[in-house]
Each structure stands twice: as structure tokens, then as C-alpha cells.
């Protein structure tokens, strides 16, 4: 609980930082701050405590959950190394100040106990990425997706503000108690107001599009190519742990009785994901674009934990975060690095053929992008593969055939296009030169890329929490 | 413990070798592998004849999943682990006049493969085999899509794909297989054994893990990635792909799919026996026709496995047992010839059948050697191909006899495609391809021996390796009836 208090106040101490001549301790200083809020997390484990008159509830969920976001915000900081750099165009203290008040609005979206908490935390956090997404401002694209996700989002918000409104109208309440009795003994008299319905499918919708769910994933290619690769690393990761857990708490505890209404929905939803985000990631020529698909999908594999709704779950919803993260920031991190070796047309070269010939120049950074990739496709001994394993398990548990067939050609299919990397920087031929890259940089890519193996190898490690 | 040594002598001695440099990488890894088959060879020698598994290990690994790392030999793996630690060597040593660059990466792979194929072949425990069938593909992928022919990126990522593919099914099929445990699941195989499962969940469960098993091996109609594979790969690679992991899949159908959905074999095992039979005759034509040395080699070893698999869904012990000794017999006569092809390609750079001829003229102690690996791939009495054909025809026999007739014919035409082979090539006038051809040199002779002594020792004395596998064999079918 601290650790939100603490978080925003960090998020304005950083502001003022940003008045001192040397942005040297910009860096620094955020990482502590980070640091220590996630100590101030971790002591409130086996905590069972609801504050601000009922509106979060902090117990393991939420202490978990957060853990990731905090760390993930941690290895992203981690590796923006140019910031500082160019003077008039950059503004670090407010880049380091949003990303920790957006952690407010994640830690916000995990721990709500009531809808009017979830909003909140949800346009904490969406505003702090809009902001993010337009922060290059000489570069057009990067404006053009500030405003795509800020008019998409802001549309979304607006939907998932009338689902609200619409459940309260049915139940009487914003506590997820409250909506969680009604719903149930609605259920059993058969007299389930329509309202409900309608609300409970406006919220989830406006959930699904933050974590870009097919039908609602329009605004993802367009925004994770224009924004810096920097901010797609954070938004790709942080906003995705974050909402999975908001709907998984929405779905499991909130609406658990109506199960047989939204598992449908989402079902159909899931599959629709799966095929949209892996086939067309297979057609595409940018990397980016590719990893913004890849996301896509990879939404699809976590909506099949939250489908399922076997107890088994949460612990997979939140492995499977976790290795999806450290993974995703890997392949963006090596990005960052290999599109600056060689412009294309005037801007960084973000296709696959900025990889040809990596492994020659730089074995270190084809090793860490290898491990990522082998990750995300799921390749056993690799963390993904654990994350790709317990969510299939869990739907295993429930009987999802049809999913978990559609899930296992889909990750298939998904081999091939993380494979075009691998076969880019082992087996193509390049003229590029090496990069040299600094050590913070590094440190923090092996750090991703040894988690990833090391939850390859015991996954336990995580796992014997739950 | 000795089984977790086999394990780890080559994945260690792989890293070191990653940081060696120049001509003592070729040694370190022939030298390696060596230890490695002297290790086997101990226990071998040490190993007794009965139904347990031997030199057993078990640790705890990863609780949430109930993985156990437990691994032992028994009379169903102990011919598959003398295979692996036999050919690799041989392997290696065929390398010596090959000069392949980056070695110390190419070597290492080599011995990473290694490390997983006994892997494979020594896990007690579902997922525990699950990884190590995995683990044995990067380093294939990479060795076949890096040291390759022109299109070999293409067609090994095919191969990948493929096999990945059925691999994910066997994998939902082991998780459902774990799930149904009772109590605190556990992933042991012989906690898979005891499962109740109704014939329905069977039937479904058969297809699952046995596409998997089926792409692996390959059996028709799964095999279109493996004559082109064969194919581009260096001949290394061709070696570890056909002498080896194919039999990963023949071993999983007994190891995994026979004990464990045995109604589901009696449902669907005479469709398994038509689509292997299938492949047997497809295979064979197709070889008759074909002008590429390695592809008709790569098409014979799809007809051969072939009736392996049909002599394990035989479900008689003579048709396992005769897979098993094939399995081992297949390997070695495989790499024997894989590597007599390439001694002509580098001596001719062609394996054009067309563009050859009368090489026996300058070089009589190869052809000796062709003809005796070629004998024992169309199962000529007194060599090791014979033993295994003959048991394992004779399998399929008592199973049914129109398809045992039917599967007969591979002797037929394994003749007619080998032999054509052997005379377009060895005998014949000379063509200006083969003028200059020179005999083998002493590296290629220290290959050729032992490959040449093991066909015939197999050949006149199979009962040293049947009586290894028969308790364990027989005890599996009993527990199926």
C-alpha cells in the first residue's frame, strides 16, 4: 500500500529534479525510487488489508501482480540510455516522472476493489502513455500514434465508463462484493437484469482494448510502430500485466457467477485473437510491426488462463506475464540497439534485415535476442515455454479443446516468424558493423535474459508462491 | 548416476568446446565422444538382462508441474543408448577430412545433440522426455540450416516447423495425461502406465501423441520434409538425422504410446500398420527412380522405418524385438552409407548416378565396403539387416498376413534400389568423373571397420542384443494384454 503513496510522491520528487543542471541523477534517482517501492510491496505479502474506504484491496493478487509491473518498469528504465542526450528536444525528468505515476495507475488497475478505482487507475495509466507514445516530436509517425491512441483510447475509456454506469444501474454497487452478490443471487432466481449484461460487456470490451484484444486491436500496429521502441517496451508489457489482472479480478470475482455468459463471449474472442495477431504477424516486413502482432497474439494466449477460470489461473495469467515481459523487453532492448547500426530511408531501420549478420558482429546481442525470441515462441528450457505450459494446463482443466487446438497451431505459427529473426542473425549475410553498447545497457539485457532461462530451467521459483 | 554422466559428458565437454579455437577442437570432441562410448560400453557391460530399469536416478525438479528428473536404462533403451554413443564418434571421425568452418560451434552442436538423444532415450519421466525431444532439435536445426547446401535455410525451418508441429500435440496430450493423476499428479511414466483411461479418451489420446512419434520418423503421409532435409544438410548432420533421432520417434510408440493408450493402439493400429506399410512401398518406388545418391538413401530409410513402426503395431514380440535390433541395425548401416556417399561427392562432387561409374577399378577397398553396408540394408543373411527384417516380417505375419505379404515386397525392392545403386556407381566404365578416383585414406578406413564389424557381428550373433531387450519387451506385452 505504501508503495502507491510512495510512488506518486517519487513522481513529483523526480519533476523537480529535473531542475538541477546535471541529468546524470535523473537515472539513478529513478531507479532507486523504484527500488524502493518495490521493497515497500514486497513487505505486504501475506497481507490481508482493504484501504481507502474499501476501494483496494492489497493481498497476494495484487502484491504479485505489482511485482512484475514494478520490475518490468525496472529493466525498462534500465535500458533508455538516450535520454539526456539531445537537449532540446528531450525533457527526462518528465519521461522518468510519467513512467512512475502510470506505475500508480497500473498498481491501481491490480488492486481495485471497487469500479470507480479501476477507471481511475485505467486513465492514470492511459494518459501517462499517450503521452509517452508522442514524446519523439520531430517524428511525425510518433505524433500520428500519440493521437490514434488518444482518440481510440479515449473512445474505449468512454465505453468502459458506460459499462460502469450500466452495472451499477443493474446492481446498486461499485464494490466488486456487492456486484459479486447480486450477480450471484440473480443467477440463481433466473432475474438477471439485461442491464447487466449490456454493462458487463461495455466494461470488458473497454478492458480488452487496453490490452488489445481482436476485435478492439486496431490502434496496436500503427501505435506500437510510431511510438519510440522504447515506449512500445513499456506499453507493451506494463499495460498488458496490469489489464489481465484487472480482468481476470473482474472476470473471477466480480461476474465468477455469470461465467457461462462472458466465457462464451470471451472465447470466441480469444480464438478471433489468436488467428488475427499470429497470421498477420506472419505478413509483416518491420520487426516492430511484427512484435506489436506478436502482442496481439499473445493477448490471445492469456485470455485462454482467464477463460478457463480453474484456480490454477491466476499463477498462470501472472508466469505468463512475467515471461512475456522479460522476453518483450529483451527483443525491444536488442531493437533499440540494431535499427540505430544502419538508417533505411532516413529513420532507424526496423525490418528484419536490420538483424542479418548480428550473430558475427555482436554474438552477446543475437544470444540475448535468440533466448527472447526461443521465449516468446514457447521453445521448452525457456520461460515462455512454462508460461505457454500452465495456461495450456489450465485449459486442459476446463475442457477447452477446440481453444487449446486453435492455441497449439497458432504457436506454431508462431515459430516461423520469431524463427525469421534467428535465421536473420545466424544465417544471413551483412556488411553492418558492430555496435558497441554501453554497460548499463547490457547488465540489463542479461539480466532479462538469465531470468528467462533461469524460469526456463525452475520455473518453481515463482510458482512456489501460489 | 553412470546414466546422468552420459547425459553430461557431452553437454560440458559442448561448452568448453564453444571457447576452443583451431585443429584441437576436432580432437577435443572425437576424443569426448570416445570417452562417452567407453562409458556406454562399462554399462553395457555391467547392465543385467532383466525387466527394472537400471542405473536409475530421480530428483525432484520442478514441483508445480510435477516434474521429476528421473532417468534410468532399461531393456527397451539400452540398444538405443549404445547406438547414440556408438555412431557419434564415427561421426565425428568422418569429419576429419572435412574442413567446416566456425568448429568449435559446429562440434559443440554436434555433442549437444548427443547429450539430448540419450537424454531422450534414458528419461523415466513424461515432460523430462518431453524437453530432451525438444532439446535434440535446435542443435540439429542449427547444424542443418548453417553448414547446409544453398536452400537448406528454407528446408530445415520446414523440417523445424514440421516436427514442431507434432511435438505440441504430444504435449497436450502428456498434460492431459498428467492432469489425470490421481492425487498430486505426478509425470512419471509408469504413473502414465497405471492410468484407467476409457477407450474414448484413448482414441483421442492415441492421435495426439502418435503424430508426433509419426513426423519424427517419418511415416506417410508426415514425410514430406525429410528426403529434402536429408538432403541439404551436411552430411554430418544427414548422419545424426537418419543413424539417430529418427528413432526417437520408433522408441517413443513403444516407450510412450504402446503401455500407455494400448485400446487406442487396438483401435487405430491397423490404420498405423496401412500408413507405414504405405510408406514402405511408397518410399521404395520412389527410390528406384531416383539419380541422387543421398535422396535415394534418404527415401530407403523412409520405407525402412516404415516397417519398423508397422512391426510395432504389431504388438508381437518378435515384431518389437525386430525393431529394436532393426533400430540399431538401420543406424549403423545408414551412417555407413550417408558416408560412402560422400566420400565420392568430395572425390567427384557429384552424386549423380548417371555421372558415375566404375569406381570400383581405383579403388577396391571402397567398393568392398559399399557392398557390405548395402547388404546389410537389403537384409542379406548373416548380415545385421537381416535379423531385423526377418523378426519384424515375420511380426507382421501373425499380425495379418495380406499386409505381411504386402510389407514383404521392401526386401524386393530394397534389392532393386541398392543394388542399382552399387552397380550405376561401382561397376561399369569409368566415367570422366570418377578417372581420378583415389581409395580410401586411413581416417575414412577407421570409420568403415567398425561400421563393417558391426553388421556382421549383429548379423551372426544377434542373441548378445536381443537377449538384452527380450525380458523388457516381454513384459511390456504382457502388461498390454
Keep these: 500500500m505504501l508503495s502507491i503513496i510512495s510512488l506518486s510522491i517519487f513522481g513529483i520528487l523526480n519533476l523537480f529534479l529535473g531542475f538541477l543542471k546535471s541529468r546524470k541523477v535523473l537515472l539513478p534517482s529513478a531507479i532507486i525510487f523504484l527500488l524502493v517501492a518495490l521493497g515497500l510491496m514486497v513487505q505486504d505479502w501475506n497481507q490481508q488489508a482493504l484501504y481507502f474506504s474499501d476501494m483496494l484491496r492489497v493481498n497476494n493478487l495484487f502484491v504479485s501482480f505489482s511485482v512484475i509491473v514494478i520490475l518490468t518498469s525496472l529493466l525498462v528504465v534500465g535500458i533508455s540510455r538516450n535520454f539526456g542526450d539531445d537537449l532540446e528536444y528531450t525533457h527526462p525528468a518528465e519521461y522518468y516522472s510519467i513512467i512512475l505515476f502510470s506505475i500508480t495507475g497500473a498498481l491501481m488497475m491490480i488492486g481495485f476493489e471497487n469500479l470507480i478505482m479501476l477507471f481511475i487507475g485505467v486513465e492514470i495509466l492511459s494518459v501517462a502513455m499517450y503521452v509517452l507514445t508522442g514524446t519523439d516530436k520531430r517524428n511525425l509517425r510518433s505524433n500520428e500514434a500519440a493521437l490514434k491512441y488518444f482518440l481510440m483510447g479515449a473512445f474505449a475509456t468512454g465505453i468502459l465508463l458506460f459499462g460502469i454506469a450500466m452495472i451499477y444501474g443493474a446492481t446498486g454497487s461499485f464494490k466488486l462484493g456487492g456486484i459479486a452478490t447480486y450477480v450471484q443471487t440473480a443467477t440463481q432466481y433466473r432475474s438477471v437484469s439485461p442491464l447487466l449484461y449490456i454493462g458487463l460487456l461495455l466494461l470488458f470490451f473497454g478492458m480488452l482494448f487496453k490490452v488489445s484484444v481482436a476485435p478492439f486491436h486496431f490502434w496496436t500496429p500503427d501505435v506500437y510502430e510510431g511510438a519510440p521502441t522504447i515506449f512500445t517496451a513499456y506499453m507493451s508489457t506494463v499495460v498488458k500485466t496490469a489489464g489481465f489482472a484487472a480482468l481476470y479480478k473482474l472476470a473471477s470475482v466480480a461476474f465468477n457467477s455469470a461465467y457461462g455468459f462472458w466465457a462464451q463471449t470471451l472465447a470466441v474472442l480469444a480464438i478471433l485473437t489468436l488467428l488475427i495477431g499470429n497470421i498477420t504477424a506472419v505478413y509483416q516486413v518491420s520487426f516492430k510491426r511484427m512484435m506489436a502482432y506478436s502482442s496481439i497474439s499473445h493477448a490471445g494466449y492469456l485470455l485462454l488462463a482467464v477463460v478457463a477460470k480453474v484456480p490454477s489461473s491466476q499463477s498462470a495469467i501472472l508466469f505468463y506475464s512475467l515471461a512475456y515481459s522479460l522476453a518483450t523487453i529483451s527483443a525491444f532492448g536488442v531493437l533499440i540497439i540494431v535499427s540505430e547500426r544502419k538508417p533505411f530511408e532516413g529513420s532507424p531501420d526496423e525490418r528484419y534485415e536490420a538483424f542479418n549478420g548480428l550473430a558475427k558482429t555482436n554474438p552477446l546481442l543475437a544470444f540475448i535476442m535468440t533466448i527472447s525470441m526461443l521465449s516468446l515462441a514457447g521453445i521448452p528450457l525457456t520461460a515462455g515455454f512454462w508460461g505457454k505450459f500452465f495456461i495450456f494446463s489450465a485449459a486442459v482443466q476446463s475442457n477447452l479443446t477446440a481453444l487449446l487446438v486453435i492455441a497449439v497451431l497458432m504457436s506454431c505459427v508462431g515459430i516461423y516468424y520469431y524463427f525469421r529473426v534467428i535465421i536473420a542473425m545466424y544465417l544471413k549475410p551483412s556488411d553492418n558493423d558492430g555496435v558497441i553498447v554501453s554497460n548499463g545497457f547490457k547488465l540489463t539485457l542479461l539480466l532479462t535474459t538469465v531470468l528467462t532461462l533461469l524460469l526456463g530451467l525452475f520455473p518453481d521459483l515463482v510458482n512456489r508462491f501460489f | 548416476m553412470l546414466t546422468l554422466i552420459l547425459i553430461l559428458i557431452p553437454l560440458v565437454l559442448a561448452i568448453v568446446l564453444l571457447g576452443l579455437r583451431g585443429g584441437a577442437v576436432k580432437r577435443v570432441a572425437l576424443i569426448t565422444s570416445l570417452v562417452e562410448f567407453g562409458l556406454a560400453i562399462y554399462v553395457l557391460s555391467i547392465y543385467k538382462a532383466d525387466t527394472s530399469s537400471q542405473f536409475a536416478l530421480s530428483y525432484d525438479w520442478i514441483k508445480s508441474a510435477g516434474v521429476q528428473f528421473a532417468i534410468g536404462i532399461d531393456g527397451i533403451s539400452v540398444l538405443l543408448v549404445l547406438l547414440s554413443t556408438l555412431l557419434v564418434p564415427l561421426i565425428i571421425l568422418s569429419t576429419f577430412n572435412h574442413s567446416y568452418r566456425n568448429p568449435s560451434a559446429f562440434y559443440a552442436l554436434i555433442l549437444m545433440m548427443q547429450s539430448a538423444l540419450v537424454g531422450v532415450f534414458v528419461a523415466k ?157 511408397y518410399g521404395s518406388i520412389i527410390a528406384i527412380q531416383q539419380q541422387d545418391m543421398k535422396r535415394l538413401v534418404a527415401y530407403s530409410s523412409f520405407a525402412h522405418v516404415g516397417l519398423m513402426a508397422a512391426g510395432i503395431f504389431s504388438l508381437t514380440l518378435d515384431g518389437l524385438q525386430g525393431s529394436l535390433i532393426q533400430m540399431l541395425a538401420h543406424g549403423i548401416n545408414v551412417v555407413g552409407l550417408f558416408f560412402i556417399i560422400e566420400i565420392i561427392f568430395s572425390r567427384t562432387q557429384s552424386r549423380d548416378l548417371s555421372q558415375l561409374g566404375g569406381i570400383t577399378q581405383n579403388s577396391p577397398v571402397l567398393s568392398v565396403f559399399f557392398i557390405i553396408m548395402v547388404l546389410g540394408s537389403v537384409a542379406l543373411p548373416l548380415t545385421n539387416g537381416f535379423i531385423g527384417e526377418f523378426l519384424l516380417l515375420k511380426g507382421v505375419f501373425t499380425y495379418n498376413t495380406w499386409i505381411g505379404i504386402v510389407a514383404g515386397t521392401t526386401i524386393i525392392f530394397g534389392a532393386v534400389y541398392m543394388l542399382r545403386m552399387v552397380q550405376k556407381s561401382m561397376f561399369g566404365l569409368q566415367t570422366t568423373a570418377t578417372e581420378q578416383f583415389t581409395d580410401l585414406n586411413l581416417n575414412e578406413i577407421l570409420v568403415l571397420v567398425p561400421l563393417a564389424f558391426f553388421v556382421f557381428w549383429i548379423g551372426l550373433f544377434p542373441n548378445a542384443f536381443l537377449q538384452l531387450t527380450e525380458p523388457a519387451v516381454a513384459e511390456l506385452l504382457r502388461t498390454l494384454k
Design chain 2, 125 to 281: 519421466d513424461a515432460f523430462l522426455f518431453y524437453f530432451f525431444f525438444e532439446a535434440a532439435l535446435i542443435p540439429i536445426y542449427f547444424i542443418a540450416a548453417s553448414w547446409g547446401g544453398e536452400n537448406s535455410i528454407s528446408v530445415t525451418f520446414k523440417f523445424f516447423l514440421y516436427t514442431i508441429f507434432g511435438s505440441l500435440f504430444m504435449l497436450l496430450g502428456l498434460v492431459y495425461l498428467y492432469l489425470q493423476t490421481p492425487g498430486s499428479h505426478s509425470s512419471l511414466l509408469s504413473a502414465f502406465y497405471e492410468l484407467k483411461l476409457s477407450a474414448a479418451q484413448q482414441s483421442v489420446l492415441f492421435w495426439a501423441l502418435f503424430i508426433g512419434f509419426a513426423i519424427k520418423m517419418p511415416v506417410f503421409p508426415f514425410h514430406t520434409w525429410q528426403p529434402d532435409t536429408y538432403v541439404e544438410s551436411p552430411t554430418p548432420a544427414t548422419m545424426l538425422l537418419a543413424g539417430i533421432m529418427l528413432k526417437m520417434g520408433t522408441y517413443g510408440l513403444i516407450r510412450i504410446v504402446l503401455p500407455i493408450v494400448p485400446e487406442g493402439v487396438q483401435e487405430w493400429g491397423l490404420v498405423a500398420v496401412i500408413l507405414s506399410v504405405i510408406g514402405i512401398i
